[in-house]
T-cell receptor, first 110, second 116 residues
Framework: DAKTTQPPSMDCAEGRAANLPCNHS???????VYWYRQIHSQGPQYIIH???NNETNEMASLIITEDRKSSTLILPHATLRDTAVYYC???????????FGKGTKLTVNP | ETGVTQTPRHLVMGMTNKKSLKCEQH?????MYWYKQSAKKPLELMFVYNFKEQTENNSVPSRFSPECPNSSHLFLHLHTLQPEDSALYLC???????????????FGPGTRLTVL
């Protein structure tokens, strides 16, 4: 079973920031928080990951709470192409399998 | 473009056919994975290979037979499949057990398989 809880769907206006929450209250100290997204019928696309500190890359920012029990993925300026299912996954890495839940269906509206 | 390619992208086969799915990674990774995504279901891990050795088989029926001849190539041989095996089959690769700072898996585009 997935170790994370995400809202099933969210909407966002084009050009605005999309903030996608994830709860992972049972996360272990050596587990990372990963975010992937999947556009319809394509392979999942890696977005970002973090352990304790907040992270930023060219796609998104990841904010992890101090107790590490939740996190938020931020797409700073959402576009129509960001419409996808976003998955928050907790994993130790090291070729451990990724357990995908149902994710959040983000719809970016014009 | 993630550096992981899969062929074919689409495949239609009968229940008595034998076919193979191919995956190739150009990332210098040591671990490769097969996942299955059925309609309206989450991705499910099927097999894991580390340094060409199978390290995980997630109770997959024997009609699915993986092969990993080297760290860059992974095959999934299919025979006597059932219509319920129709799904998107995804390949992924990662650094493997020696990967530090987490071990990011990169996915290919998938093969959409339809079994008639």
């Amino acid at each position: 079973d997935a170790k994370t809880t995400q809202p099933p769907s969210m909407d966002c206006a084009e050009g605005r920031a999309a903030n996608l929450p994830c709860n992972h209250s049972t996360i272990s100290g050596n587990e990372y928080v990963y975010w992937y997204r999947q556009i319809h019928s394509q392979g999942p696309q890696y977005i970002i990951h973090g352990l304790k500190n907040n992270e930023t890359n060219e796609m998104a920012s990841l904010i992890i709470t101090e107790d590490r029990k939740s996190s938020t993925l931020i797409l700073p300026h959402a576009t129509l192409r960001d419409t996808a299912v976003y998955y928050c996954i907790v994993t130790r890495g090291g070729s451990e399998k990724l357990v995908f839940g149902k994710g959040t269906k983000l719809t970016v509206n014009p | 473009e993630t550096g992981v390619t899969q062929t074919p992208r689409h495949l239609v086969m009968g229940m008595t056919n034998k076919k193979s799915l191919k995956c190739e990674q150009h990332l210098g990774h040591n671990a490769m994975y097969w996942y299955k995504q059925s309609a309206k279901k989450p991705l499910e891990l099927m097999f894991v290979y580390n340094f060409k050795e199978q390290t995980e088989n997630n109770s997959v029926p024997s009609r699915f037979s993986p092969e990993c001849p080297n760290s860059s190539h992974l095959f999934l041989h299919l025979h006597t499949l059932q219509p319920e095996d129709s799904a998107l089959y995804l390949c992924a690769s990662s650094q493997g057990p020696s990967g530090g700072s987490g071990d990011t898996q990169y996915f290919g585009p998938g093969t959409r398989l339809t079994v008639l």
